[in-house]
């Protein structure tokens, strides 16, 4: 659902992403860590088409994608680093805007709306966006990103100023959406929340691929942290470093 | 989409296109109506950057994939609806104070007033879908943008003093019409425009 091969992206003469490649399937949770500056919104703007990129190639949802290419966009849902919205409408019109962009019937973007309004306890009132705090923010601009049933999710930081409850359920949300064949690719520096749930973890580092393991050969490369409190994460911070 | 558009540029930029108009009706007491020109020449970084200050961030349009032309056209019609709407509350309320009204005058303004603003949306469209926003060096783009819109906008304004020669009301509306179509058949074609040029901003 998602493939990348060799990917470059250069920003004049510093390259910031280098020989990239990444196949992620359907049905397939796969997270990309890295600490900050390693070219990780950069992959994610790439992906969404916001960014040219030098070499390499792109598959999602069986399209090849460029800067002029958009048919996948009606199957994606991207979340971006910075949040998007509207701070001039309230969450509810803002929700029915954004199902007007997606061209979706009145009638199924009405119980959608009222489906993630509840989902992620949004408020019904007709209170203006920019009052609210960045963690009501990045829930509306989340639940947009849901709006359309999209099959592939690319999302840049879904848990960053999240609180624990909400994590803990988009976490779960996550994971049905897998089960249901959606394949999700996420980049975070936040390796609590992605642990139970990814099934693959790339690590990024200078712009290139450290590795990309499953659960499973995560937990026997950090064997040799077993003394450690959580030897995955020792595992993880010292390939980082 | 183009209820929300409208709502949400009501919301942000009425009252800033009504200080826009009022500057135009106070300049307009003052001299005449000729001098137009040199308010939208002061204005033209409204039109020709509109996009980039759009109160609706463009990576959403792009991101899910909406429909550009739509867009445009929205915001198009918010713009020459609303500077239209202060125009004419400020030609009332000049009316209610002064109370002088020259018919033919007022019809002669409404007509220059309408062709410049048409004029300049055009242009804007022109030049914030053009090549020109593709140039790194943003001293080029900014130089280019308001040489061509300047040019445009003076050889629209000689054109139409030309026309106020003839001094006939029928021919001054023919402009306006052919205005509008070119508008209109530019916002056709734009559905070819899935994305706008500049937000491919490799500098970030």
């Given at each position: 659902m998602i493939k990348i091969e060799g990917l470059y992206k250069e920003y004049g003469n510093k390259k910031v992403l280098s020989n990239l490649n990444l196949d992620v399937k359907s049905g397939e949770i796969q997270a990309v860590l890295g600490i900050n500056g390693t070219g990780k919104s950069t992959l994610v703007n790439i992906l969404a088409g916001l960014l040219n990129y030098q070499k390499g190639n792109i598959i999602i949802a069986e399209e090849k994608i460029?800067?002029?290419?958009?048919?996948?966009k009606e199957k994606t849902g991207f979340l971006l680093e910075n949040p998007i919205y509207v701070d001039s409408l309230s969450v509810v019109e803002y929700l029915k805007f954004v199902s007007t962009l997606y061209n979706l019937p009145i009638l199924t973007a009405k119980n959608k709306i009222e489906e993630l309004i509840e989902f992620f306890d949004l408020p019904k009132s007709n209170q203006k966006i920019r009052v609210y705090s960045k963690g009501m923010k990045k829930k509306v601009s989340l639940a947009a990103t849901l709006l359309h049933n999209p099959k592939v999710l690319i999302l840049d930081e879904p848990f960053a100023n999240l609180d624990f409850i909400a994590t803990q359920k988009l976490v779960k949300y996550f994971d049905n959406l897998a089960k249901n064949k959606c394949t999700l690719l996420i980049v975070s520096h936040q390796f609590d929340a992605l642990s139970n749930v990814c099934n693959k973890f790339a690590l990024l580092k200078n712009g290139k691929m450290e590795f990309n393991l499953n659960s499973e050969e995560l937990s026997n490369l950090s064997k040799r942290y077993?003394?450690?409190?959580d030897p995955v994460r020792t595992y993880l911070e010292n390939q980082i470093l | 989409m183009l209820k929300y558009i409208c709502i949400i540029n009501l919301k942000s930029f009425v009252f800033l296109n009504f200080i826009a108009v009022a500057f135009i009706i106070f300049f307009m007491n003052i001299y005449k109506f000729e001098y137009f020109i040199l308010i939208f020449i002061l204005y033209q970084i409204l039109f020709f950057r509109q996009y980039h200050y759009s109160i609706i961030d463009i990576r959403l349009l792009y991101i899910t994939n909406a429909d550009i032309s739509k867009f445009l056209f929205a915001n198009n019609l918010f713009i020459f609806l609303s500077f239209n709407f202060w125009f004419f509350v400020g030609k009332f309320v000049l009316f209610i104070f002064?109370?002088?009204?020259c018919f033919i005058e007022i019809i002669n303004g409404i007509l220059m007033f309408n062709s410049l603003l048409l004029g300049s949306i055009f242009i804007g469209n022109i030049i914030s879908s053009s090549d020109i926003v593709t140039y790194k060096n943003i001293f080029v783009q900014y130089l280019l943008s308001i040489l061509f819109f300047n040019l445009f906008l003076t050889f629209l304004f000689v054109f139409l003093k030309l026309i106020y020669l003839f001094n006939n009301l029928f021919f001054k509306l023919f402009i306006i019409f052919i205005e509008f179509t070119a508008i209109y058949l530019f916002n056709i074609s734009t559905k070819k425009i899935k994305y706008f040029k500049y937000i491919l901003d490799d500098k970030n």
């Open positions: 460029s800067v002029n290419k958009y048919k996948y077993e003394n450690s409190k | 002064f109370g002088y009204c």
